[in-house]
């Protein structure tokens, strides 16, 4: 086996022209490893050598390590065009063959996307968008959004390509500074572009800013994606601080003093800027109420850019989205000075949702929990606003349909994976119910809720949401059906089923109903506590409706949870999850039944 001296002599004396370009690549593929680099990479300083060559060597070359000083220099020196196409195959090449969060994966595409920066400086051709669009379009497909190091570089990126020049921001804390590769190259040492054309038209240069509007969207919607934000639980915290368990740790607290937190907080704020800097900030309200109304865009890069209707490169619906609700959520929380929406509830808010949502809804929530957590952001805040409708939506036929809008919210707090955005979706759901000023709406959407709904967690919201509305009307001398028995005559058989077929069931049946209804039933006790056991709603409960339900509700129930109780006890059965969590249930159950004076 040779020496690394003599592989060294060896690729130092074939160079051409000892040898031609082909033979000279098959004795450097045949030669690379870690040792031989420092002196190869003195080899590619020669110019004219890397031009002919560069581009063939990236594939070489990526997967050895300590090989990012070489592809510099090709990327300095190698012909642009040749060698953008070649880092584009490879990266299509590198994330088709690896997985999610793999390292390895991700330090190529860190070098990859580095060069890229510096062949995009040099490539000097009439119409760039060409060679641009192709870049975005491999650059995005082959991003792994979990990564802080593939985020920078992206943005680095996306500045270079921009004819809006400056420094990158500095991020909140120097604890989430990132270094990106070949920061620190020297465009002096740059050779120029070969095949050098005329300047760009002034319709490219458009072209080429909607690509990358295009492109940061997309990146912007795919980081929030796929980081946990914390948007809407911390807005809820910073609108509503009398929510917060006292004593309980907040997500306010935690971005404050968790590095790594703060570090996720810095690259959305930088994309956000990039985005900005790309003119983003400075669109009308009518422009952005334009582009709120367009149909869905969720791949925008796909379609081919045309220079003479730049017009037809879209933004991404979601990135844009999540644009917005990070100015409106940094108002707030980091005192940030940003233009904001001149948007209302009812018709746009509403329009929005309805339209990202679609028609599979459960899989359009599941499949983006950043984009609808910007969505809930946009609303909470709009509701504080007092920015419920606009002048344009005076009715149903103009945009304002709270049933409709009550329902998406619903949707949201049911599908969506993290458990503080369903509560985020939750407490606005409430608080639009009790803004509609139609009480029969807001008996109708309680009415529709507890017959029609299949999950019991929001059957129990809207007992909740009942008794609010009965507080609120009493609070507010209402002479309405909330503070009338018409109310609970209307749902009285929805509020209080009956389950008198509930004696006749064995105990896995009864375990089964309960795993499925208990959520509910532990809500519609607590009401009829309270319903029953004040002297201030009495009045709302119709004429011999305490008789009729402990008949039909509170007695069968009460035999389900001591025949639960029994036969766990006997272990006839096992429990729902713990057998100490569902007996636990059971006693309050059976404690708050037997505390309702029915008599």
């Not at 160079?15 to 033979?23: Q, V």
């Not at 309960?514 to 607590?526: E, K, R």
Request: aromatic content about 6%.
């Amino acid at each position: 086996m040779s020496s690394v001296d003599e592989v060294i002599k060896r690729l130092r004396e074939s160079r051409p022209p000892a040898s031609d370009p082909f033979t000279y690549l098959t004795i450097v593929e045949k030669s690379l490893s870690p040792e031989v680099l420092p002196a190869f990479g003195e080899i590619l300083e020669d110019a004219e050598l890397t031009k002919d060559i560069g581009w063939d060597l990236v594939e070489m070359l990526i997967s050895i390590p300590g090989s990012e000083p070489c592809l510099e220099t090709i990327a300095r020196l190698g012909n642009p065009r040749e060698v953008i196409l070649k880092v584009l195959e490879v990266l299509d090449s590198n994330s088709e063959s690896s997985e999610a969060g793999d390292a390895s994966a991700s330090a190529k595409f860190i070098t990859l996307v580095g060069m890229l920066t510096i062949l995009h400086r040099r490539l000097k051709v009439k119409a760039p968008s060409r060679f641009i669009h192709s870049t975005l379009q491999a650059v995005y497909r082959a991003y792994d959004p979990h990564g802080a190091e593939t985020t920078a570089v992206v943005i680095d990126l996306v500045r270079a390509l921009s004819s809006h020049k400056r420094p990158p921001l500095p991020t909140r804390q120097s604890s989430t500074k990132l270094d990106t590769p070949f920061q620190e190259s020297d465009p002096a040492k740059s050779a120029p572009d070969p095949e050098a054309e005329a300047t760009e038209s002034p319709a490219e240069s458009e072209l080429v800013n909607r690509l990358l509007r295009s492109f940061i969207t997309s990146i912007l919607e795919a980081y929030v994606n796929s980081n946990n934000m914390e948007w809407a639980s911390r807005q809820i915290e910073y609108l509503s601080p009398e929510r917060i368990v006292p004593g309980k740790p907040t997500m306010l607290q935690a971005f404050k003093q968790i590095p790594e937190l703060q570090a996720t907080d810095a690259l959305v704020g930088q994309l956000v800027a990039v985005a900005n800097d790309l003119g983003l900030s400075t669109l009308s309200s009518d422009e952005v109420k334009i582009l709120l109304q367009e149909p869905v865009s969720s791949n925008p890069l796909s379609i081919e850019p045309d220079s003479e209707h730049p017009e037809t490169t879209k933004l991404s619906t979601g990135g844009f989205l999540c644009f917005i609700a990070y100015r409106i959520f940094a108002s707030d929380i980091f005192d940030a000075n940003y233009h904001l929406p001149d948007i209302a509830i009812f018709p746009d808010h509403h329009v929005l949702l309805k339209n990202f949502l679609g028609e599979d809804a459960q899989a359009k929530i599941v499949g983006n929990p950043g984009t609808i957590e910007a969505l809930i952001v946009m609303a909470l805040w709009l509701h504080d606003q007092k920015r419920l409708i606009g002048s344009s939506a005076t009715s149903k036929e103009t945009g304002v349909d709270f049933m409709s809008y009550h329902h998406l919210l619903t949707l949201v707090s049911v599908f969506h994976p993290a458990l503080r955005v369903r509560n985020a979706a939750t407490v606005l759901a409430g608080l639009i119910l009790h803004a509609d000023t139609e009480e029969d709406d807001r008996l109708a959407i309680l009415e529709d809720l507890l017959e029609n709904c299949m999950f019991s967690s929001l059957q129990a919201c809207a007992v909740t949401w009942l008794r609010e509305e009965l507080i609120l009307a009493r609070k507010a001398g209402s002479k309405g059906r909330f503070t009338s028995p018409s109310c609970l005559d209307a749902l009285q058989y929805t509020l209080f089923p009956d389950l008198v077929y509930l004696y006749d069931a064995d105990a896995l049946e009864l375990r089964e109903y309960w795993a499925q209804n208990s959520p509910f039933h532990l809500q519609v006790a607590n009401f009829a506590l309270f319903l029953f056991g004040g002297a201030d709603f009495k009045g709302v409960a119709p004429a011999g409706m305490a008789a009729a339900i402990e008949h039909r509700y509170v007695r069968p129930l009460q035999a389900t949870a001591k025949t639960l109780k029994d036969a766990i006890e006997k272990e006839e059965i096992e429990a729902e999850g713990t057998d100490s969590e569902m007996v636990m249930q059971l006693d309050i159950l059976t404690d708050t039944l037997e505390r309702i004076p029915l008599q």
